[in-house]
């Protein structure tokens, strides 16, 4: 069985139960500016994106200088759900106990610096990870820039490491950066639609997540 010396997570649906609260806040943000309004399959596909990458997708036609408007309404939306968000049952002491047993931590995620600093400040997380990478600090998924970057300051080679996330952005990621990729299903993209990206493996729940890693780390 392969092993590896690294694992980086995703953040968003696949460590914080927060699909909901992000669909919500997509929602919220396009009707408080007339945008049309997506469906939460829609706005559940997007997730794992820059906020920019996000809307253009959501709303081709939205002019540049309305960009600036919704990602503040969209800010604003998720803030207010701030208290309600939890990491999934389990996440937490799983990470610890991970990082107590020597494995490398990192995270790729499409949350701003500031937005996965607040998280982990609030988590008491942040020393668990030895570093952690955001789409306004590289070209965001699918391209393969935040692993990338995440190797080259682990001093690691792509076969030592895996990704793990619940979106075909992060599968793809991986892919393009020859990572190994494990993909959950518990997040915003579907079992089915996980599949067509051929990740490394596919589970359907945190513990089968979970049980994974620690057989391969």
């Known amino acids: 069985m392969k092993t590896y010396r690294a694992v980086i997570f995703d953040w968003d649906g696949t460590l914080m139960d927060s699909t909901r609260h992000i669909v919500a806040s997509l929602q919220g943000a396009c009707a408080d500016l007339g945008l049309p309004l997506p469906s939460a399959e829609e706005a559940s596909w997007v997730i794992g994106l820059s906020i920019e990458s996000a809307l253009y997708r959501l709303v081709p036609t939205l002019a540049p200088e309305q960009m600036g408007a919704f990602a503040d309404r969209y800010r604003e939306h998720f803030l207010s759900q701030d208290r309600e968000q939890r990491l999934f049952p389990g996440q937490e002491a799983f990470l610890r106990g991970l990082s107590l047993r020597g494995v490398i931590l990192g995270v790729a995620t499409g949350k701003s610096r500031r937005g996965l600093d607040r998280a982990l400040d609030a988590l008491t997380l942040r020393e668990v990870f030895h570093a952690t990478r955001c789409a306004d600090e590289a070209a965001g998924k699918p391209d393969p820039a935040m692993l990338e970057q995440l190797l080259l300051e682990f001093g690691l080679e792509p076969f030592e490491a895996v ?49 994974w890693l620690l057989a391969r780390t």
């Open 163 to 211: 990704m793990v996330g619940d979106t075909t952005h992060d599968v793809l990621m991986a892919r393009h950066a020859g990572v190994d990729s494990l993909a959950v299903s518990y997040g915003a993209h579907s079992r089915q639609e996980l599949g067509t990206a051929e990740p490394t493996a596919l589970v359907s729940s945190v513990g089968d997540m979970q049980a």
